[in-house]
């Protein structure tokens, strides 16, 4: 499936090159091609061409809304069977497929030009060179090299003009300018580029130690244009003079940063601080003014009022004076005699200052101190500015180097991006594409292509910011209009546009191809005819009456597709109004930011609890907030943090000015939270979870309200998709859904129920009864046959299946009328298909809106009653 996404992406990179899509659209095959191939390449190479202009002409002109790229790629994926490197699948990719494209070219170009060296059109777009100029071991060489796809490593690089500066030197290049040297290096200068300039990122590297690939998820920025003159050997000698004034100033840049650092860190010890503010607190050290208070008045001033030594009498002097007449043991309540506490009455340590401050300083030192320390003060100040002025402009005059008229005519734009996410074992492809036409970016994501912007590109492709990255990006000469150029017609001067584009032979493969779409149309909708028809008469068998739905509120819709976020928020109201009114009773005086920050703590301490607490099942309390499922489930608490300030900042507290403020308190909070603090598609992953609970709770509360009531065809599409959704969620955690068990048996339960009825049906002998026993054996039990198969551990369901199959095996043999024995060979074999491939399903049932007290409460009442019988099997 990677190999797929990979090929399916280059592809789609290259068809967007209109000289590349007119070079494969017009390609012929060679004429002795009738005949059997004559080599490797021509069996390999030519049907690949054949099912590429293919694919390239329904692209054009295919009124499908996608096309399926895999018998191009799985010839392709033939040359890969053997390789197991994801790093090498990853880069080898293009190569391979530029490979067979030259290859394919030049078995045409040698028929057309015999006798004469035939230029290569593959290799005229995608192949340069590059000459190599180097000393190994003291002697001098010089080579001019071809590539194709040029390799460029990540790891230890800020962007794409650091990779090319690092893969176009090696090893010591001082040696190249000295005579006699016994140094080895060499330098890679640009001879001839290609119109199409692909640059392979290696952003995976083996880790000898685990032994395994991993991936580099650094940040590594490139420009939507690269301009590409400091690496072109016409300009080796002033890219040489340049490249050692940088030499210099980065030389000269790490003095001055380090120098700014001992202003910044100043200290010997292990902790240190700006010296600026060093000098600022001896500064207010010595202004400070000695406050100073006893240890006994602070004691003093708390002591009891009766029944203590007095506060103004310190023990010491109790102690000297010894007891009095008034002091002799007596029944007075008060009085009470002097107990010796040798820690509480020791020696009081003289009047210490409240806080620190010079104990003995005249004025005149305090006017010299005062004044060296501003004046020093104010020289740091300076001397730390005229740093980071210095440091600045050095960074931007390296940054300006190349930018003279003489170093910017090479210029490169930016067409594709191909882009990885996952680890270096696993993962998802998709690309983005400009639009030279509409000047836009567009994202190509499986099936799905939409608009982009430059913005999103760089957040996906720079990395760094999460496990997505570049690993393949596709620049094109900026100067070469006609790799981008609309073709025309000479003859009437318009543009060629769709199908006018393509060659006849493939205008008239695209032609018929539309005709098998529409053929297609056309079967699906008479399928969905006979699926309305046999829903017809399903719905004309008798059944028990359906639970009568929960009462929605004025202003809602009855049903709803699924519960949504803003749904669920609606009812968080009166828990944040409560959280509200206690920081309140708390904080009657404070301001409405105070207020919130103390009601979202008090909220929280309150989810908390209830997400610690082990409740019977008919007590759920995931169901009453988001936050107790993300608590059990170790959601990030940056995504428990904006859940909080969001349920605070719904508009449904807009309800009175004093929530109304601590609302608007909370989106301006949500305001400022920055792309970087929260991962914005992790927060609507942990969200869409929380729906999908909900979801899969009200699927099993409903299916299981229909199965107490006997309606059996009811509860069995809701249970199938409660299980469904809710093996889904187990695979992310234990916490995520409900206990699988229980839902399987009563699924399990629903299908042998079924299936007697049916059987009954069938044994009635009536042609009507007869067809609505195998509508539902044929429309609800076989589709369902391989969900009970699929887990070969849960022997319950594989004994299930088998009695249902038994139940019908058992009416062979038996006497019975012609058209029964008819119907019944024809149903059997359906039956007792061992296949597991699940079959497609109708669209999930419609659901009541419930709000979160109603469903808590009707799913606490059917769990009940569960509970009051239990199921064999929970």
């Known amino acids: 499936m990677q190999m797929s996404e990979r090929g399916w992406l280059t592809m ?18 060679p004429a002795n091609a009738q005949d059997l191939p004559r080599n490797q390449k021509e069996h390999r190479n030519l049907p690949f061409m054949r099912e590429l202009r293919y694919l390239f002409a329904l692209l054009v002109g295919s009124k499908r809304k996608y096309v399926d790229p895999s018998r191009a790629v799985e010839i392709l994926k033939d040359a890969f069977k053997s390789n197991d490197s994801q790093q090498q699948d990853v880069s080898e990719f293009t190569h391979k497929l530029l490979d067979w494209l030259e290859d394919a070219f030049q078995i045409k170009a040698e028929e057309e030009r015999d006798g004469e060296k035939p230029k290569n059109p593959m290799v005229e777009l995608f192949y340069g060179r590059f000459l190599a100029v180097g000393v190994l071991e003291g002697k001098k060489f010089e080579n001019t090299e071809m590539f194709g796809q040029y390799p460029l490593q990540v790891n230890g690089f800020k962007d794409l003009h650091e990779c090319l500066e690092a893969a176009m030197i090696e090893g010591e290049i001082e040696s190249l300018h000295s005579e006699n040297s016994a140094k080895s290096g060499q330098e890679h200068w640009f001879t001839e580029l290609p119109p199409v300039l692909t640059f392979e990122l290696s952003r995976f590297e083996f880790n000898q130690a685990l032994g395994r690939p991993e991936k580099i998820h650094n940040k590594l920025e490139f420009p939507p244009i690269l301009y590409l003159d400091r690496y072109m050997h016409k300009n080796r000698e002033i890219t040489r003079i340049k490249r050692d004034e940088i030499k210099r100033l980065k030389e000269y840049l790490t003095v001055l940063q380090q120098r700014l650092e001992r202003y910044l860190s100043y200290g010997s010890g292990p902790k240190r601080f700006p010296l600026v503010d060093v000098l600022q607190y001896a500064l207010e050290f010595a202004s400070s003014k000695p406050v100073c208070t006893s240890p006994v008045d602070d004691l003093g001033a708390s002591a009891p009022a009766s029944g203590t030594v007095p506060a103004q009498t310190s023990p010491s002097t109790i102690e000297q004076q010894g007891p009095s007449s008034s002091d002799v043991p007596s029944t007075s309540p008060v009085q009470r005699s002097v107990i010796h506490k040798p820690f509480t009455q020791s020696r009081i340590p003289p009047d210490l200052p409240m806080h620190p401050a010079p104990r003995h300083i005249t004025e005149e030192e305090l006017s010299v101190l005062e004044g060296c320390l501003h004046r020093w003060r104010t020289e740091v100040e300076n001397d730390t500015r005229d740093l980071q002025e210095s440091i600045s402009r050095i960074h931007r005059t390296i940054e300006l180097m190349y930018s003279d008229k003489t170093m910017v005519q090479v210029p490169y734009r930016l067409h594709a991006v191909l882009v990885h996410e996952g680890q270096a074992n696993a993962g998802h492809y998709w690309a983005y594409i ?16 939409t608009k982009s912007t430059w913005e999103e590109l760089e957040r996906d492709s720079f990395g760094g910011y999460r ?10 000469n900026d100067k070469e209009q006609y790799l981008i150029q609309e073709e025309f017609n000479k003859e009437t001067g318009q543009m060629l546009v769709g199908m006018d584009t393509l060659p006849s032979d493939l205008r008239d493969y695209v032609k018929e191809d539309n005709k098998r779409f529409e053929k297609e149309l056309e079967e699906w909708d008479a399928e969905l005819a006979q699926k309305a028809q046999q829903e017809k008469l399903l719905s004309q068998i008798p059944r028990a009456p359906a639970p009568s739905p929960a009462p929605v509120q004025a202003g809602e819709p009855e049903y709803l597709e699924q ?122 992953r942990w969200h869409q979870d929380y729906r999908h609970f909900r979801e899969t709770t009200m699927f099993l509360m409903v299916g299981l309200e229909f199965f107490q009531k006997k309606s059996y065809m009811e509860a069995l599409l809701y249970l199938i998709y409660a ?8 695979s992310k955690g234990p916490y ?36 609505n026993g195998l509508i539902i054996m044929n429309e609800l039990i076989v589709p369902c046959l391989p969900l009970l198969l699929v887990d070969e551990m849960e022997e319950k369901d594989i004994v299930a299946v088998e009695d249902m199959r038994n139940r019908w095996c058992s009416y062979l043999g038996q006497e019975m009328e012609p058209n029964l024995q008819e119907k019944l060979t024809d149903f059997l074999p359906k039956l007792l298909d061992c296949s597991t491939e699940i079959k497609g399903f109708n669209d999930p049932p419609k659901l009541p809106s419930y709000s979160t007290h109603e469903l808590c409460e009707r799913y606490a009442r059917i769990m009940l009653s569960l509970s009051r019988t239990p199921a064999d099997g929970r």
């Not at 789609?12 to 095959?29: K, Q, T």
């Not at 496990?467 to 094109?476: H, Q, V």
């Not at 299980?723 to 187990?730: I, S, T």
């Open 723 to 730: 299980y469904q959704n809710n093996k889904e969620l187990l």
């Open 736 to 771: 995520r859904g409900h206990d699988e068990e229980l839902i399987s048996h009563y699924r399990r339960e629903c299908l042998l129920k079924l299936n007697e009825h049916a059987a009954a049906l069938f044994e009635s002998g009536d042609d009507q009864e007869v067809n």
């Open 12 to 29: 789609e990179s290259l068809f967007n090159l209109l000289e590349f899509r007119r070079l494969v659209l017009n390609f012929n095959p």
């Open 434 to 449: 400009y639009d030279h036409h509409q000047n836009r970016w567009m994202k190509y994501n499986d099936i799905s292509v």
């Open 467 to 476: 496990n997505a990255s570049a690993y393949c990006l596709m620049y094109i």
């Open 563 to 684: 519960p949504s976020r803003t749904d669920i928020s609606k009812h968080l109201k009166e828990d944040s109004v409560q959280a509200i009114n206690k920081a309140l009773a708390e904080q009657e005086d404070r301001g409405p930011e105070a207020i919130m920050d103390t009601a979202i703590k008090l909220e929280y301490t309150r989810l908390l609890k209830l997400a610690q607490e082990d409740p019977p099942p008919e007590c759920d309390y995931r169901l009453r907030h988001a936050i107790v499922y993300f608590i059990q489930n170790q959601a990030p608490k940056k995504i428990i943090e904006r859940t909080l300030l969001e349920q605070f900042g719904d508009h449904n507290l807009s309800f009175d000015e004093r929530c109304r403020n601590i609302m608007k308190v909370a989106q301006a909070k949500l305001e400022m939270i920055k792309p970087d603090e929260v991962n914005m598609e992790e927060y609507e």
